[in-house]
């Protein structure tokens, strides 16, 4: 059975940095897609980036651009998310996924079938 | 990017109601487009992917429709442990957006 387990979550002041790790298990883990998404509190789901198998492909939601850093190291099966200059509206729980991608006549479908319990980012001074 | 919409933002049922909850997208996606229920304080649960195909494990009271703009998650005689926020998401292209959430309470 897939598991994943987030951890780096923590207090920081805005314009701080923190790194985020998501180690996993039960599958094999450079197969697989992976996705970020966060739930800033009392909100709903917003995806933020994932990363292909080989990590040659990575792809951001505008609001983290140039901030954040997917990336993953299949020889540990780990997922990163480097975060740097912080803002408040970063402040959320931050999810890590994996993504199943499949083709069918050159079209590619893919779900997020497996999730970690989360770790909370908290901005504030 | 590619907005989705969903309708209600939250409703109340009673249990053994038929619930259907409805996914607007800004543009055509196809069948692109994947339901989830998150409950408080979990992580989000996958329940239907590519529209319309039920995910392993996923008890068959819930089923999915639609391709184009226009998709649809029903739950056929709603549970206790179907109260839930459930969220529609586009895996068309990136960013991948989700829906804003449609709340199921009890009546």
């Known amino acids: 059975e897939a598991q994943l387990v987030e951890s780096g979550g923590g207090l920081v002041q805005p314009g701080g940095s923190l790194r985020l790790s998501c180690a996993a298990s039960g599958f094999t883990f450079s197969r697989y897609w992976m996705s970020w998404v966060r739930q800033a509190p009392g909100k709903g789901l917003e995806w933020v980036a994932n990363?292909?198998?080989?990590?040659?492909?990575?792809y951001y939601v505008d609001s983290v651009k140039g901030r954040f850093t997917i990336s993953r190291d299949n020889g540990r099966n780990s997922l990163y998310l480097q975060m740097n200059n912080l803002r408040a509206e970063d402040t959320a729980v931050y999810y890590c996924?994996?993504?199943?991608?499949?083709?069918?006549?050159?079209?590619?479908?893919?779900?997020?079938?497996?999730w970690g319990k989360g770790t909370t980012v908290t901005v504030s001074s | 990017d590619i907005q989705m919409t969903q309708s209600p933002s939250s409703l109340s049922a009673s249990v053994g109601d038929r619930v259907t909850i409805t996914c607007r997208a800004s543009?055509?996606?196809?069948?692109?487009l994947n339901w989830y229920q998150q409950k408080p304080g979990k992580a989000p649960k996958l329940l239907i992917y590519a529209a319309s195909s039920l995910q392993s494990g996923v008890p068959s009271r819930f089923s999915g429709g639609g391709s184009g703009t226009d998709f649809t998650l029903t739950i056929s005689s709603l549970q206790p442990e179907d109260f839930a926020t459930y969220y529609c998401q586009q895996s068309y292209t990136t960013p991948r957006t989700f829906g804003q959430g449609t709340k199921v309470e009890i009546k």
């Open positions: 996924a994996r993504e199943w991608e499949w083709e069918v006549l050159f079209h590619y479908y893919s779900y997020m079938d497996a």
């Open positions: 543009q055509s996606i196809s069948s692109y």
């Open positions: 990363i292909k198998q080989d990590g040659s492909e990575k």
